[in-house]
T-cell receptor, first 113, second 111 residues
Framework: EAAVTQSPRNKVAVTGGKVTLSCNQT?????MYWYRQDTGHGLRLIHY???????EKGDIPDGYKASRPSQENFSLILELATPSQTSVYFC????????????FGPGTRLLVL | QQKVQQSPESLSVPEGGMASFNCTSS?????YFWWYRQHSGEGPKALM?????GDKKEGRFTAHLNKASLHVSLHIRDSQPSDSALYFC???????????FGLGTTLQVQP
């Protein structure tokens, strides 16, 4: 099974600070995704990537940037964190256009004070 | 409006019982469907995919898809306490790698 790891697992940040969430996958999947999960909203797609050097906006990209420096790594960046970005963030990887079973990491719990 | 709607919001079944989940999509262009399960404190994990009309069975799990009625369901027979989790339906279009998730159904299996 696909292995996706995330760091840190828990993070407390201050409003206006910069936060970087990291994701690593070891299965050579082309596609990687960042989601946030909130009660009442389910899983929502923030950014995704088709491969190294590419990033695409998902459904809720405002306030977030993404970086895919290599096949294995995909980062989510909050340049100016706000309390509304307090959430649980999941990274996922997958492959194959149209039949993309996604494999999720364990999540990062972010609290912005 | 949520494009993928799930029901019920929560479900409680006795150990050994049948758990049934429903999912209705509002977009006829969805082509592929998945069921994911998320245990507390963990990331979601894919349970089953179903892309064609009809039933698909994997062990204790059976998925059913009816594209004409935009309905997909999941049934778990012989439910176990370890099946207690949040269950998501997800759908995608033919030419995209993006998944649209429902809000989930919480299952509690009572020992």
């Amino acid at each position: 099974e696909a292995a996706v790891t995330q760091s840190p697992r828990n993070k407390v940040a201050v409003t206006g600070g910069k936060v970087t969430l990291s994701c690593n996958q070891t299965n050579n999947h082309n596609n990687m995704y960042w989601y946030r999960q909130d009660t009442g909203h389910g899983l929502r797609l923030i950014h995704y990537s088709y491969g190294a050097g590419s990033t695409e906006k998902g459904d809720i990209p405002d306030g977030y940037k993404a970086s895919r420096p290599s096949q294995e790594n995909f980062s989510l960046i909050l340049e100016l964190a706000t309390p509304s970005q307090t959430s649980v963030y999941f990274c996922a990887s997958g492959d194959t256009l149209g039949q993309d079973t996604q494999y999720f990491g364990p999540g990062t719990r972010l609290l912005v004070l | 409006q949520q494009k993928v709607q799930q029901s019920p919001e929560s479900l409680s079944v006795p150990e050994g019982g049948m758990a049934s989940f429903n999912c209705t999509s509002s977009d006829r262009n969805f082509q592929y469907f998945w069921w994911y399960r998320q245990h507390s404190g963990e990331g979601p994990k894919a349970l089953m995919s179903i892309f064609s009309d009809g039933d698909k069975k994997e062990g204790r799990f059976t998925a059913h898809l009816n594209k004409a009625s935009l309905h997909v369901s999941l049934h778990i027979r012989d439910s176990q306490p370890s099946d207690s989790a949040l269950y998501f339906c997800a759908a995608s279009f033919a030419n995209t790698r993006k998944l649209i998730f429902g809000l989930g159904t919480t299952l509690q299996v009572q020992p």
